[in-house]
């Protein structure tokens, strides 16, 4: 059954997979995932788990998408399978004819085109002609295993060398061409090479294959990259470099972070920042922001501290508006002046790129700040305008609750900064904003939010045994990046193991290279951890603790949670159903009795 390039992909996104495994398995949250017992095994304890785009037993090994889940679990042949799940999309499914048979051979004959020339690249770059190439890499302090990793090359200093090299594999200049690796010519002038001179950087699919190329001149030429033009294989908006890493990255823990270019990328990765991703010389798209949200809820994105990334932040968060959820975020972080991530690793090591992360802020903390730019506060047409800007900028998010969260955080930042004009003969104080200057930045929050999120997660490092009881509202907070990445570990380890015990989660984390950041979570400083965390606390304890620091953060959710746990107490009292409620309840009451956290 062929099928047109790209349709199999259209079905897969429109498809949600947890529905359609959900028929015939029942699932259970698990972090941003679902779980259940395996239907192609019989088994007691759940081992087969549910992602966004697949689905995998950890005791069987089986493994596929939304496709391959039909025909397993149904015996239907690949075309029954499709047919179903796009009437269930709602798309036609296109009918099979030779120029669809012919279009997807030829974009399978691509990738094959791509590959080749990958590994002709990556020759080169240690051929005496790659010398310059090589040195260039070293230089920008990558080591051969990274530069192994992410496949980078050298295309040779003329043109037609590509051409002459692949063609001894018979690879036709017709399939160059549809490749993006060559030009067509122009009247007597013959097709040429697009990338020549250039240091070589494969972009890669979600899966790994190679699908076009970016290159970097060595020397003063213009421009400095070059990407591959669009072609069967290769959409710009809908491609992110690095992505088939970060996705690995995302997996094991590491937070989603967006930079500019392949170097800013290729170094963070070097550096252990697994997650960092790039777009490919154009401003973000909405579908690029689509597959941020598929790796992670809060990704970051990094901008540099100058007035072209104050507005290029300005941009996304106007793309990006209409499409939060409170699941669903961004965190925008600003790069010190002067410096990229490349150059901040380099000079001051991980920690400096991790500096920049621990002080990204939620886009409802960052919105009102980059609208306020350029208001004066002093004529009130221009604070009615700036107003109206932001009732407008809260309307434009779908989702109507948290729209209106958005509407009354941006009106309070509003009215906090209306400024106070001295009384005759009274002199300016540093309240007062004089004419023609910038009002004064309006504090951040004090830390207490921090602290308790700190808290929170200090109780599961010593009693991970609660993580299947609060994972789903756990995964639920707006978390410190740092905290952030432990929580994904923490999700992560606690959906793939047994055995919820501390000292298993002490190992998995330092095998994983977080051992500083759940050493900061454990720490005394800045504040004292409650009694719920230590080791010796009682399990009723140490659950209605974690409770009450969840409700001081959302304390919305706490009420849900508590209602929920009724119901289910009331259609089926076993002790632990009975142990969550009391648990909930305890946290609920203490906060309506206007009881403090230990250290907060």
């Avoid at 030829?106 to 590994?119: I, M, S, T, W, Y």
Wanted: glycine residues 10%; proline residues 7%.
């Amino acid at each position: 059954m062929a099928l047109p390039p790209g349709f199999l992909d259209e079905l897969r996104a429109r498809t949600p997979l947890q529905a359609v495994i959900g028929r015939r398995v029942r699932l259970t949250k698990s972090g941003r995932n679902w779980k259940g017992c395996c239907p192609f095994h019989g088994e007691k304890t759940p081992s087969f788990y549910v992602y966004d785009d697949h689905f995998h037993c950890f005791g069987c090994g089986v493994h596929g998408d939304a496709v391959s889940f039909v025909m397993q679990s149904q015996g239907a042949s690949f075309p029954e399978a499709v047919n179903q799940l796009a009437a269930e999309a709602g798309l036609d499914v296109p009918k099979p004819t030779p120029q669809a048979a012919e279009a997807e051979r030829r974009r399978l004959d691509l990738h094959g085109v791509l590959e080749a020339a990958a590994a002709a690249y990556r020759r080169r770059l240690f051929l005496p002609e790659g010398a310059r190439a090589l040195a260039y890499l070293r230089g920008r302090g990558l080591t051969e295993e990274t530069i192994a990793t992410f496949g980078l090359g050298w295309s040779g200093e003329g043109r037609g060398a590509l051409a002459a090299e692949l063609a001894r594999e018979e690879v036709p200049q017709a399939m160059l061409l549809a490749a993006g690796l060559m030009r067509p010519g122009d009247g007597d002038r013959p097709a040429y090479d697009l990338f020549f001179n250039r240091v070589m950087f494969p972009i890669r699919d979600r899966q790994g294959r190679t699908i076009s190329f970016g290159g970097r001149i060595l020397g003063d030429g213009q421009p400095k990259y070059v990407n591959g033009p669009e072609t069967d294989v290769f959409s710009k908006r809908r491609t992110l470099f690095a992505l088939d890493r970060a996705r690995e990255g995302a997996r094991a823990g590491a937070a989603v972070t967006v930079v500019e270019g392949y170097m800013d990328v290729i170094a963070l990765h070097q550096a252990g920042f697994t997650g960092a991703v790039a777009p490919l010389g154009t401003a973000l798209t909405e579908e690029q922001l689509a597959l941020l949200w598929r790796l992670s809820p809060m990704p970051t994105l990094c901008f540099d501290g100058d007035g072209a990334g104050a507005r290029a932040a300005a941009r996304t968060v106007e793309l990006a508006l209409p499409h939060l959820t409170p699941g669903q975020s961004l965190r925008l972080a600003t790069l010190p002046a002067g410096e990229d991530p490349d150059s901040l690793v380099r000079r001051n090591g991980p920690a400096g790129f991790q500096a920049v992360l621990d002080s990204a802020r939620p886009i409802g903390e960052a919105l009102f700040d980059l609208m306020h730019e350029g208001v004066n506060d002093l004529s009130p047409e221009s604070r009615a305008a700036f107003r109206t800007r932001l009732l407008e900028a809260a309307g434009r998010i779908a989702d109507k609750g948290l729209g209106s969260e958005y509407r009354s955080l941006l009106m309070d930042r509003f009215y906090a900064s209306r400024p106070r004009t001295p009384r005759r003969g009274e002199a300016p104080t540093s309240r007062t904003i004089r004419p023609g200057s910038l009002p004064r930045p309006i504090p951040r929050p004090a830390t207490a939010a921090a602290e308790r999120a700190r808290q929170l997660v200090a109780i599961l490092l010593r009693h991970p045994r609660l993580l299947h009881d609060v994972e789903e509202a756990f995964g639920s907070l707006a978390l410190p990046d740092w905290l952030g990445r432990l929580r994904a570990a923490i999700l992560h380890w606690g959906s793939a193991t047994e055995h919820l015990d501390s000292e298993g989660l002490t190992t998995h984390l330092h095998a994983i290279g977080l051992a500083a950041e759940a050493a900061q979570a454990l720490s005394a400083v800045p504040q004292p951890l409650t009694g719920c965390a230590a080791p010796d606390a009682m399990p009723a304890e140490a659950e209605a603790g974690w409770w009450h620091f969840f409700g001081l953060m959302n304390p919305v959710r706490l009420e849900e949670e508590v209602a929920a746990a009724m119901a289910d107490f009331a259609r089926h009292a076993d002790s632990a159903v009975e142990r969550r409620l009391i648990a909930l309840c305890a946290a609920r009451n203490a906060l309506r009795q206007g009881e403090m956290e230990s250290g907060a």
